[in-house]
């Protein structure tokens, strides 16, 4: 407890100090920018620093700043202690323990799901409550949200360990099958990450074309380093797969055959649409990857929102543009260089 008062005390001299100077340089501000001091408020300060000094800089943080002192070291000190000197929070020893607390419950939240589970498994009863498994993987507080997350609101300073624990414990939690109450804790920490894909253009995705026979189709163009494919892409098929006039066995390379059936096990759509492809150009490799980007494309209005979403993050839907580099003079290959024996076998010819 002492330890605790001149630490308050500690920080409440050094608030002190720094609204003293803080004050005097608004003053000054105040009367550079022609501005009465006690008409000066935040925004005429932040917009006279973005004059005064500007900054390239993309990192906001970085960029020159003049704010209260409490704004800048919000450490919030409450007697944590009752009349009778015990802590009022439970894991108050820890150092941490707001964190700690939500690491707790994480994991006893964890420790009640496995122990439903091994009832449901053993009785064969109904669960207690609903569970079901997330449809959307979830995407964690970064680095910098999660320190001033508990810095600003708990006073409290975590590392990057703890970063670490707290992002490997709530993604075991988010895998199991979860209650409503579970899900509302997950959802205080993190957001889904397929949220940005939902925003994706709806009718272009969905749009497709119909010919003479009555067939839903869609065609879409396909690129791979200087492969080019045209994949046509027709609903309700017999899974049938042609590739420039032949079928799957048009690759010889089993890598490449199972790169142009992915989409298609990804999807479940393997035996459900045709596919007619057309593709010139590049080698093997960069023709199957043409063809898989476009036919990633092509199947697009034929399945379910949820598949797209699973074309996007798996990375189907955008170009591949990695291409072979370029030999470097004096080596072998781009990155591979001669063997010693090799140089000296050469340079020995030019000897007399």
């Given at each position: 407890m002492k330890a605790f008062l001149k630490r308050a005390k500690e920080h409440e001299s050094k608030i002190n100090k720094y609204t003293e100077e803080y004050e005097l340089g608004r003053k000054h501000l105040a009367n550079m920018m022609g501005i009465h001091p006690d008409e000066m408020t935040q925004e005429h300060i932040n917009e006279a620093i973005r004059y005064l000094l500007p900054s390239g800089l993309f990192d906001k943080g970085s960029r020159p700043q003049f704010?209260?002192?409490k704004d800048i070291l919000p450490l919030n000190f409450d007697f944590p202690f009752?009349?009778?000197?015990?802590?009022?929070?439970?894991?108050y020893y820890t150092l941490l323990p707001n964190y700690h607390c939500i690491m707790s419950e994480a994991a006893w939240r964890m420790e009640c799901l496995r122990e439903e589970e091994v009832r449901i498994g053993s009785t064969g009863a109904p669960p207690q409550e609903e569970m079901k498994h997330l449809s959307e993987e979830y995407e964690w507080m970064d680095l910098r949200t999660f320190l001033n997350y508990f810095k600003s609101n708990h006073s409290e300073v975590v590392q990057v360990n703890e970063h670490n624990r707290f992002v490997i414990l709530m993604t075991k939690l988010s895998k199991m099958r979860l209650r409503e109450q579970d899900v509302a804790f997950l959802k205080q920490f993190g957001s889904p990450k397929t949220s940005e894909i939902n925003v994706m253009d709806t009718e272009e995705i969905k749009k497709f074309y119909v010919n003479e026979q009555g067939r839903k189709f869609r065609t879409k163009n396909g690129y791979r380093k200087s492969a080019i494919a045209q994949v046509t892409v027709y609903a309700e098929g017999e899974g049938i797969l042609e590739i420039n006039g032949k079928g799957i066995e048009y690759f010889e390379s089993q890598y490449a055959r199972e790169q142009v059936l992915f989409p298609l096990v990804l999807t479940s759509?393997?035996?459900k649409v045709d596919v007619h492809a057309r593709v010139e150009g590049g080698g093997e490799m960069g023709q199957s990857g043409a063809i898989r980007h476009g036919l990633s494309n092509a199947l697009l209005p034929f399945v379910s929102q949820q598949m797209v979403n699973k074309l996007s993050l798996s990375?189907?839907?955008?170009?591949?543009?990695?291409?072979?580099?370029r030999n470097k003079p004096g080596q072998k290959k781009a990155r591979k260089q001669f063997q010693w024996y090799e140089l000296i076998k050469a340079c020995c010819k030019f000897l007399p």
């Open positions: 704010k209260h002192p009752d009349k009778a000197g015990r802590p009022y929070h439970y894991q759509s393997l035996n990375g189907l839907l955008d170009r591949d543009s990695r291409v072979k580099e």
